[in-house]
């Protein structure tokens, strides 16, 4: 279920909280899994429409 996507990992942010999701990258996909049910699987998004997505944050393109 998990295999691609190497090494999963979760934003230094959540400290030791273990409800927010995990990202895993793999050659063309960026896998995406919530850490409290990893057993129902990921999303997997392609590499670039992640980035689009992590740099939306960054500009503040969903603050309200």
């Given at each position: 279920m998990?295999?691609?996507?190497?090494?999963?990992r979760?934003?230094?942010?959540?400290?030791?909280?273990?409800?927010c999701?995990?990202v895993?990258?793999?050659?063309?996909?960026?896998?995406?899994?919530?850490?409290?049910?990893?057993?129902?699987?990921?999303?997997?998004?392609?590499?670039?429409r992640?980035?689009?997505f992590?740099?939306?944050?960054?500009?503040?393109?969903?603050?309200?």
């Amino acid at each position: 279920m998990t295999k691609g996507f190497g090494e999963w990992r979760k934003s230094s942010y959540s400290g030791t909280q273990s409800n927010c999701v995990e990202v895993g990258r793999g050659r063309d996909a960026v896998g995406i899994r919530d850490t409290k049910n990893r057993e129902a699987g990921h999303l997997a998004v392609p590499v670039s429409r992640f980035q689009d997505f992590i740099g939306a944050v960054k500009d503040g393109t969903f603050e309200r």
